[in-house]
């Protein structure tokens, strides 16, 4: 794989986060370049010089995926600066999300207080969102339990690679 295919596929993804997720596309092309990157730590400077993008950019970039638990940065004694990298557990991390779910809940179960007894075609909406966070809640946990056998499985075959580096999930 060349350099330039290297970085066609952080475009990609940058597209992918614009088009699924309303986010600038250096915010994607930052998480796809540390899918691929070696060393798979950064720093700000080094993903700057790879994206061909300015050091604010990528350095928001950063910051908006270390608020979402995709990335943690660290810092080796003695360095002065920090290094990115995806987060070890970012998958299970994705099936984490209880607060924002529970959050969702609480808004549609407000917007149905708002609305009182409103007719319940006018009700359903938020009914359904309701619904469908309480399902979140009660599945998600199961499915993060789920994947952990099945990651533990395709190491146990060499398929996925064990991560002595990432901390227990």
């Known amino acids: 794989m060349t350099f330039d295919d ?70 080796a004694a003695g360095e002065r600066m920090d290094r990115v990298s995806l987060h070890p557990a970012i998958w299970l991390r994705m099936t984490d999300k209880s607060t924002e779910y529970a959050s969702l809940r609480a808004l549609a179960r407000h917007g149905l207080a708002v609305l009182g007894d409103a007719p319940a075609a ?17 599945r998600m946990p199961a499915l993060a339990a789920e994947w952990r056998a099945h990651r533990d499985v395709l190491r146990a075959s060499g398929e996925l690679p064990g991560d002595p580096g990432a901390r227990p999930s």
């Not at 092309?29 to 990528?58: H, K, N, T, Y």
């Not at 969102?129 to 809640?137: E, I, N, Q, V």
């Open 6 to 75: 290297e970085l066609a596929f952080a475009d990609e993804v940058g597209r992918h986060f614009a088009r699924q997720n309303g986010l600038p596309p250096i915010t994607g092309r930052v998480a796809g370049w540390l899918l691929i990157c070696d060393p798979p730590q950064q720093s700000i400077a080094e993903l700057s010089e790879a994206l061909r993008a300015s050091r604010s950019a990528v350095s928001g970039a950063v910051s908006a995926l270390e608020e979402w638990s995709w990335v943690q940065r660290s810092r």
């Open 122 to 138: 006018r009700r359903a909406r938020l009914l359904e969102t309701a619904a469908f966070a309480d399902f979140l809640l009660e």
